[in-house]
């Protein structure tokens, strides 16, 4: 019997909890889309690239998921991520929404929203509590996430 959409997300996140970046790409379309406030959108490979260099990354890593519902070929679910941020040291919560649009028994489409101040905070500290609503934060932030992943990139190819 094939698998339910909403085991599809069950799969998606005993993995992450697992921390094995490649069981969650398994679960990707290899043409997915994923977007959050830090990365912002992520096409194909790349996703399941910033999946691999995070959790590679992760220390103290734990993870909480909780209302997975879908319906037709959407789905949704609740997370609550806590780890060590590797720049700072500084551990985070983070409260994480998703939307999922499933073709073919896979995820095409993953859309995490979060509070990406309340994450400034946490991650930055003092820095991200004074500064982390602000474009100029958010930008900064977007784009060093980006250079991390172009270089783990870079890297995992040679």
């Not at 993995?15 to 679960?27: G, P, S, T, Y």
């Not at 990365?39 to 998921?65: H, I």
């Not at 909780?66 to 409260?95: H, K, L, P, W």
Request: net charge positive; with cysteine.
């Amino acid at each position: 019997m094939p698998e339910s959409n909403a085991e599809l997300i069950e799969r998606f996140y005993e993995a992450f909890q697992r921390v094995d970046a490649e069981a969650m790409a398994a679960c990707y379309a290899p043409d997915v889309q994923f977007s959050d406030p830090v990365f912002g959108v992520l096409r194909g490979r790349e996703a399941s690239d910033m999946w691999r260099m995070l959790l590679a990354r992760a220390e103290e890593f734990s993870l909480q998921y909780s209302d997975i519902e879908a319906i037709g070929q959407t789905a949704s679910a609740r997370c609550v991520a806590t780890y060590r941020f590797s720049q700072t040291g500084r551990m985070v919560t983070n409260r994480i929404d998703s939307r999922f649009t499933i073709r073919d028994g896979l995820i095409f489409e993953q859309h995490d929203t979060f509070s990406l101040y309340r994450w400034s905070c946490q991650a930055l500290g003092f820095k991200g509590l004074l500064l982390g609503w602000t474009p100029f934060m958010r930008n900064k932030i977007h784009e060093q996430a980006r250079k991390g992943l172009v270089s783990f990139r870079k890297q995992v190819k040679s």
